[in-house]
């Protein structure tokens, strides 16, 4: 087989030959299983696809998958045609690793380096996403882009209780991948950071290992590293009217390029497990408002019973705290504004000056103007939240995520036309 010939494969397809040619490859799944057991029959369209192309970017509305890898970059060549090319390569590149495939060669030219590093071959595409975002400092003076700055979009300001590190905050571009293999979407990140060398540098990464929220009926909720159930009332993919309110980006723009978009705004949230742990359970359910094993309000029974905040207890005493977690970030305490939380748990090991666990949530958001809605409710948290005892927001960011793409188009080509 020529090189041109092997550039040609998908994942999957290299999966089959490897198969075909005596053995079954290491990792296969389900699916790849059947088309070695069939490798004469077309292969069957795989059901781990997300579309890249769309009028909305994956990776917002699409069901939460497993595992995070969010990279924020800043760019280093003071050149707009290299951000320019960058840009295109990315959305090349994306569009091919969403699809399962690599990037480019991966056994090309021995005495060249591989165009794809190689490590997802015989991997599935995994539902991969990659959802890019553009950072209020782009819009400096370097590349002519001041005038193109949405109003809504800021660097997020100093809030109650944070303690931010700046070397893991901020940032001028962000990339966002989700998969549901961890393999897959560090190798996305990986082949973007490699193509995108000498124009940008990686400024911070995070991993998340498991999903902290759900945006559709289809997902169960998770749990996060408090034990909680998380995501139960959180704006769903399947109500298009608070998808239209609250998330996506309307008429109401300065910027035609962000209509249909979205702002993203990530925090790493540290959870102060040991603390937490040694918490008893009557008081763990009054900080957040809610039942730890079932999930429904203490007002309620099942998980998605309505709570009532204004509920009282024999002793005329609210049931949900004035201070519980829920009661707080509720519409009803926040003029009615909502977000679409789509975070993930995480975990770096273990914080060597202190010897306990650096874990916690990598609380990630989508909304229309970050202002009105994350900040006005982080506001409102910080200051009194029950929650604060036992948490620290440690990193900050805030991106704006244009709309998606047709085939052809590259990621920010309103943004720079
Ligand atoms: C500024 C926004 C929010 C931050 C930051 C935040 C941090 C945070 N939350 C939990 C755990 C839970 N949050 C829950 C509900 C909930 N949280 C927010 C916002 C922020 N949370 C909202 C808007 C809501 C929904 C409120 C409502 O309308 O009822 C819940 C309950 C289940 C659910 O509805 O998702 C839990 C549990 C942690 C651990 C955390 C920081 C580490
Ligand atoms: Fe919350």
Redesign the pocket.
């Known amino acids: 087989m020529t090189s041109a010939e092997r550039s040609g494969f998908s994942r999957r397809g290299l999966l089959i030959g490897a198969a075909g040619a005596g053995g079954v490859a290491v990792g296969a799944t389900a699916s790849g299983l059947f088309n070695a057991v069939n490798a004469d029959e077309p292969a069957p369209p795989p059901t781990d696809v997300v579309p890249f192309f769309g009028a909305q970017q994956a990776g917002v509305a699409t069901p939460v998958q497993d595992r995070l890898v969010f990279a924020s970059f800043d760019v280093v060549s003071d050149r707009r045609e290299d951000l320019v090319a960058m840009l295109k390569e990315w959305t090349s590149a994306a569009a091919k690793l969403t699809a399962g495939d690599p990037v480019g060669e991966v056994a090309g030219h021995p005495m060249a380096p591989p165009e794809d590093t190689g490590e997802a071959l015989g991997l599935p595409a995994a539902n991969l996403t990659l959802t890019v975002g553009f950072g209020p400092s782009l819009f400096d003076q370097r590349f002519g882009l001041e005038a193109k700055k949405p109003a809504v979009l800021h660097e997020i300001p100093a809030l109650p209780a944070d303690e931010l590190d700046l070397g893991r905050s901020h940032g001028d571009l962000c990339v966002q991948a989700c998969a549901d293999d961890a393999q897959v979407a560090f190798h996305a990140i990986r082949n973007l950071l490699r193509i995108g060398r000498g124009t940008v540098v990686m400024r911070w990464c995070q991993l998340g290992f498991g999903r902290s929220s759900t945006t559709t009926r289809s997902q169960s909720t998770p749990r996060n590293l408090m034990g909680f159930k998380?995501g139960t009332n959180n704006i769903l993919s399947e109500s298009p009217a608070d998808m239209d309110a609250f998330v996506w980006v309307g008429d109401e723009t300065d910027q035609q390029w962000m209509r249909g978009g979205t702002y993203v705004v990530s925090r790493r949230i540290r959870i102060l497990v040991e603390s937490w742990d040694r918490d008893r359970l009557e008081d763990q359910e009054a900080v957040i408002g809610r039942q730890k094993v079932g999930g429904g309000p203490l007002t309620g029974v099942r998980e998605r019973d309505v709570v009532d905040l204004a509920a009282k207890n024999k002793q005329g005493e609210l049931v949900v705290d004035t201070n519980a977690?829920i009661r707080l970030?509720a519409p009803a305490s926040n003029d009615g504004q909502k977000i679409l939380?789509r975070g993930f748990n995480f975990t770096d090991g273990m914080d060597p000056r202190t010897g306990q666990l650096d874990a916690g949530l990598f609380f990630i958001c989508f909304q229309k103007d970050p202002a009105k809605q994350f900040v006005a409710i982080q506001r409102r948290l910080g200051a009194t939240d029950l929650l604060n005892e036992y948490i620290k927001h440690v990193a900050s960011a805030v991106f704006a995520c244009p709309p998606g793409l047709r085939e052809g188009q590259w990621w920010g080509q309103d943004l720079f036309s």
């Open positions: 998380d977690h970030a939380r």
